[in-house]
């Protein structure tokens, strides 16, 4: 939520920048429509891009997680092959 939150305000400061450029008066009538729209567009971003960084965490921890299982299970076949005894090197990794 505060990412959120965030992207609204950086939106809602674009739209401020975006006024001062063209020196027109920041919240005269007439423009004043533009804070809303440009902190609802950015504040959809921003919870578009919390949402990926979501899925690609879960999707990260999920490979981590068979990867580790991958090298275990590595290890023990290795410990088998070997008569139960890991190398040194083995072990240190």
Do not use: C, H, N
Not at 40 to 58: C, H, I, M, P
């Amino acid at each position: 939520m505060p990412s959120i939150l965030t992207w609204a305000l950086f939106g809602a400061a674009t739209r401020w920048w975006q006024l001062g450029i063209e020196m027109r008066p920041f919240l005269a009538r007439d423009t004043a429509w533009g804070y809303p729209v440009f902190a609802a567009v950015s504040g959809s971003f921003g919870y578009w891009l919390s949402q990926v960084d979501k899925r690609q965490t879960e999707i990260l921890a999920r490979r981590r997680e068979s990867l580790l299982e991958k090298r275990k299970r590595a290890r023990e076949r290795e410990g088998v092959s070997t008569g139960g005894s890991i190398p040194a090197v083995a072990a240190a990794v």
